[in-house]
């Protein structure tokens, strides 16, 4: 006998009211993360069954995967410790060789669950294929602060084309906290900085974080969802929160400010979390929705405050030369702004010399979560159309970090005396800053 359209079978009644969210997911791009600690536990066949299940419905997935307490594990054993400076790992030849095992292990454990084919089980005829690879390029982090960090490394480049390649045949692809340099070295990585990386490549529909621990919240109250800069203000005020989690949580801030619409930050020790999470109406996590407005303008008096916020790592570094509120608010119409969703996450500024059909390049910035996103090339442009629209021939540029970035973009060294002579009298022999011009002829 045929069930009614409103069934008190909980089982058909789920299926009915999942079937929106199925078409919904059909062919969109999710990037999953998840840490060690799920590997290690019981049920983690289940998370592996449930994942199955996604790529079954046409749902086309990466995973990136971490795997601390794997690595940690062959370090005690190896009589190793991983040290720590300024919060990020130092990894040596010896603790890079445990990384290596550690994650080659792990990879081969989630692939031989991908294979099972058991009758009378949940994978019973998937026949899923997974994929991996050097699809990570990395680079060092280098020497900060007199630390050499050796092994560890962060994100480069992801090759989105070849990962596309393999989600087109229908393969899951399984992303390592690793990465490969030009150079043929191998660099230990961050999970969420991998997925982070990858979700944005790829422009993926969806970055889904499933953490270890509590379910986000806000007065003991959990948050169903959450627009990013009240996510930032709870970073802010929450600095209890566990170190893991609030870089995945800033992973998912900045790939909801670079193109991934939403980003799922859901508790992972609850079974099913998954299918709960992208086939119920109120999940069981929470959604960080994408900001929905972004504008480039002059800037007012009133964007002053924004200004100063922005530019503050920057004089603070050495970069950019101080400016008093003052100064800024005196010169506040030679500024142009990036606005996002009522928060100023770029500026610069555009200094003329008509006599001379010159005009200076000056405070180019970039808040740190959108840099590498193209938005200084955005600025960059709308500065040169309002330098044409006043009858500028050249752009000119001071820098003592930057001069790079110009380059590549149409400028050229110069020596001082391109400077108009007012502008000569005031350089900073000490800051021996370079001069750079572009013709806009």
Known sequence: MNQPENSTDPFVSWLRNSTPYVHAHRNKTFVISFGGEALAEPNFPALIHDLALLQGLGIRLIIAYGARPQISQRLTQAGIQLSYQNGIRITDDKAMQCVKEANGVVRIDMEALFSLGLANSPMAGAQIRVASGNFVTARPIGIRNGVDYRHTGEVRRIDAQGIRQQLDNRNIVLLPAMGYSPTGEVFNLSAADVACATAIALEADKLIILHEGEPLSQQGQTLSSIQPRE?????????????????????????????????????RQQDGVLLRELFTRDGCGTLLSAELYEDIRRANINDAGGILELIKPLEDSGVLLKRSREKLETEIACFSVIERDSSIIGCAALYPYADEGKAELACVAIHADYQGTGRGDQLLSHLQQQAIAAGIQYLFVLTTQSSHWFLERGFQLSGRDFLPESKLELYNLQRNSQVLYKSLS
């Open 231 to 267: 996510l930032d203000k709870l970073l802010q005020q929450q600095e209890a929160l566990p170190e893991d989690f609030c870089l995945y949580l800033q992973g998912a801030l900045r790939a909801c400010r670079n193109g991934v619409a939403r980003s799922h930050i859901v508790p």
